[in-house]
Structure formats: structure tokens, C-alpha cells
């Protein structure tokens, strides 16, 4: 997993930790009332409408879990702005539909940043072992373990790169530039797809990365 992946399945947890507690006396507080105030048990209601202590508790405790929650949540939603000092840029261009790459740190001899263009591989050009809808001719290749910046952004309406295992998502707005940072621990194929609806072709867009 990437940092930023390690990062948002340890938010998980810490709120799967508060999900089960929360479950766990919901549940037990549902069953105890079903069983005391079942009316054979009781038959003649409480008239106790009013009690502060009990409200002044049923108030500040989730208000205390929603600030443990948001301690790790908002640490891990300002560390995703955090660029550290990447070794390399990529530019990634959302169009209708398919993403181009622009490699600016590497420039070819004519002094042009080097671009291609990343479209689906359509169904009948599949070869054995290639992914329907997920394949493209031109991969974005980059290092392993290198700390990378990922610039990206559209050229006519609003796209969407996102590739799952990374934790990558970012919207690509046209006219606007998103930075996020991008850490790929290991060599593999990592498979993504447009995830802004874009237009027609919206779903055979999708995003390749070779690390
Ligand atoms: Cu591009 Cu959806």
C-alpha cells in the first residue's frame, strides 16, 4: 500500500473502533428496553418526562466522538496537500475521453515536454490476459518508492482521476490545476478510471499506472 492508502485504511479503523462501541450499546439499549418495558412486565407507564443529567450525558458524549473522530480525520485531510519534495511531475490531462500525461521535468531534444495520449484499448483489440475497459495503449510509467507530484486537470468538462489502491482521487476542472502527492511503495500495474460522469464515454477512460 502507498503511505496515503496506509493513512485512510488506519482512519478506517479508528472509526470502525467507534462504529462497534456505538453498535454494541445501541444494540444493548434496544434490548433491555424491549424487555423491561414490555407491557406484561410493565403495565402502567413511567411518568418521568425530564431528566437533566441523563440529557446533559446523551449530549456531550457523541459530541466527544465526533471530535476523536475528527482529530485523525482532519490529520489525514491536510496530509494529503503535503508534496514532499517530489523527485518527479506529471501532468495529467482529462479530455472526452481519454487522459494524455505530460512528463515536464524531461524535455525531448526540440525542447518540447514530453506528451502522449492514454486511451482505452476497445474490446475487439483485447490480448489474452488484458482487462476489458481497464487496458490503455499508452500507460502512465513512473519510479517505484519516489516521491511523485501529480498535477491534474481537463481540457473541455470535468473529469475525474482516481486510482483506488493508490488513495488517489482528484477532480480535473478545466482552467485549474489539483496537486496530489503520490508514494508507490512497490513495482506493479495499478488500474483506475474516470470518476466524474463526463459525457458518453465516461466509462472507457480509464487510467493506467506502471510502476
Ligand atoms: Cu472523464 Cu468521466
Known amino acids: 500500500a502507498t503511505p496515503m492508502m496506509q493513512g485512510i485504511i488506519d482512519l478506517h479503523h479508528d472509526i470502525v473502533f ?15 428496553t424491549l424487555y423491561h418495558f414490555h407491557y406484561k412486565k410493565n ?22 466522538i465526533l471530535v476523536l473522530i475528527a482529530v485523525p480525520s482532519f490529520a489525514l485531510l491536510y496530509s494529503l496537500d503535503e508534496v514532499v519534495d517530489p523527485a518527479v511531475t506529471i501532468k495529467a490531462i482529462g479530455h472526452q475521453w481519454y487522459w494524455s500525461y505530460e512528463y515536464s521535468d524531461y524535455s525531448q531534444s526540440d525542447d518540447q ?4 495520449d492514454s486511451y482505452m484499448i476497445p474490446d475487439d483489440d ?46 480535473a476542472v478545466p482552467g485549474r490545476l ?23 464515454n465516461h466509462a472507457f477512460m480509464p487510467i493506467l499506472v506502471e510502476a
Request: proline share 5%.
Open 126 to 171: 483485447l490480448e489474452l490476459g488484458q482487462l476489458r475497459l481497464l487496458e490503455v495503449d499508452n500507460r502512465m510509467v513512473v519510479p517505484a518508492n519516489t516521491h511523485l507530484r501529480l498535477i491534474i486537470t481537463a481540457a473541455d468538462v470535468l473529469h475525474s482521476w482516481a486510482v483506488p489502491s493508490l488513495g488517489a482521487k482528484c477532480d
Open 43 to 64: 403495565p402502567i407507564p413511567e411518568k418521568i418526562i425530564h431528566g437533566t443529567a441523563i440529557e446533559i450525558a446523551w449530549t456531550v458524549t457523541p459530541s466527544l
Open 178 to 200: 489539483n496537486q496530489i502527492p503520490v508514494f508507490i511503495k512497490r513495482e506493479g500495474v495499478f488500474y483506475g478510471q474516470c470518476s466524474e460522469l463526463c459525457g458518453a
Open 18 to 32: 467507534f462504529m462497534i462501541l456505538i453498535i454494541v450499546f445501541v444494540l444493548w439499549m434496544i434490548t433491555r
Open 113 to 116: 515536454s514530453i506528451t502522449f
